[in-house]
């Protein structure tokens, strides 16, 4: 059986965790095929929030055996947003099995603990200069790792001037470049949330084939 998932990320750049759903979906030896709309290209009204998404795929055709809804907890709490998710998801495809993937504050908090990644993807690769990255045991409490994440690249890359400012427009697709490499094996195995999230994803893809998640 092939189940057929859907991905609603909170922008474009989010899609590097469709990676991460299919990797995981076959280390435990589920086929799954995941549809990553651009929901971007949706009405402007019909962008503002998950179930307005979700009420324009399911009114195009959609249909899915699993919805995986990925959201920023923000200020907001990891619960209230999976609550929303929940709620959403009831209210427009009542029948599906869904989960949340929900990062404590934001993803950047994800992308700030390979430091090798992050000097790859600011194409400096052999940069020396100190990061001061943050431990998985406290990435979580940064308070606005969006920001830190961005400065961490623009120092890696060792740019300045016009160079540096043309660098950081790329931020989007750096931030994306970074999900879609996160080692799973590296040291966000130590963060709560990214243990969570492939929990959850388990247990999601056990309901959608219905089996019993071990």
Do not use: C
């Given at each position: 059986m092939i189940l057929r998932v859907l991905f609603l990320g909170e922008g474009s750049s989010d899609g590097g965790i469709t990676t991460h759903i299919r990797r995981i979906a076959t280390e435990y030896g589920f086929r799954v095929v995941v549809t990553d709309p651009l929901t971007e290209r949706f009405p402007q009204s019909r962008q503002r929030t998950v179930r307005s998404k979700l009420e324009t795929i399911k009114?195009?055709?959609?249909?899915?055996?699993?919805?995986?809804?990925?959201?920023?907890?923000?200020?907001?709490?990891?619960?209230?947003?999976?609550?929303?998710?929940?709620?959403?998801?009831?209210?427009?495809?009542?029948?599906?099995?869904?989960?949340?993937?929900?990062?404590?504050?934001?993803?950047?908090?994800?992308?700030?603990?390979?430091?090798?990644?992050?000097?790859?993807?600011?194409?400096?690769?052999?940069?020396?200069?100190?990061?001061?990255?943050?431990?998985?045991?406290?990435?979580?409490?940064?308070?606005?790792?969006?920001?830190?994440?961005?400065?961490?690249?623009?120092?890696?890359?060792?740019?300045?001037?016009?160079?540096?400012?043309?660098?950081?427009?790329?931020?989007?697709?750096?931030?994306?470049?970074?999900l879609d490499r996160i080692d799973p094996s590296g040291p966000i195995r130590e963060v709560p949330s990214w243990r969570s999230f492939n929990e959850d994803l388990l247990a999601g893809l056990s309901q959608a084939a219905g089996l019993n998640p071990s």
């Amino acid at each position: 059986m092939i189940l057929r998932v859907l991905f609603l990320g909170e922008g474009s750049s989010d899609g590097g965790i469709t990676t991460h759903i299919r990797r995981i979906a076959t280390e435990y030896g589920f086929r799954v095929v995941v549809t990553d709309p651009l929901t971007e290209r949706f009405p402007q009204s019909r962008q503002r929030t998950v179930r307005s998404k979700l009420e324009t795929i399911k009114e195009i055709g959609g249909v899915y055996e699993l919805v995986i809804v990925h959201r920023d907890a923000d200020g907001d709490g990891r619960e209230h947003r999976l609550r929303e998710i929940r709620q959403a998801v009831e209210a427009v495809m009542p029948d599906t099995p869904f989960m949340g993937a929900v990062p404590i504050r934001m993803t950047e908090a994800w992308l700030m603990l390979d430091e090798r990644n992050i000097r790859q993807v600011a194409g400096n690769p052999n940069g020396r200069m100190d990061l001061g990255l943050p431990k998985p045991a406290s990435v979580e409490r940064v308070p606005d790792p969006k920001t830190m994440l961005a400065e961490k690249l623009a120092l890696a890359s060792g740019l300045s001037g016009r160079r540096l400012d043309k660098f950081k427009k790329r931020f989007p697709e750096h931030r994306r470049q970074l999900l879609d490499r996160i080692d799973p094996s590296g040291p966000i195995r130590e963060v709560p949330s990214w243990r969570s999230f492939n929990e959850d994803l388990l247990a999601g893809l056990s309901q959608a084939a219905g089996l019993n998640p071990s």
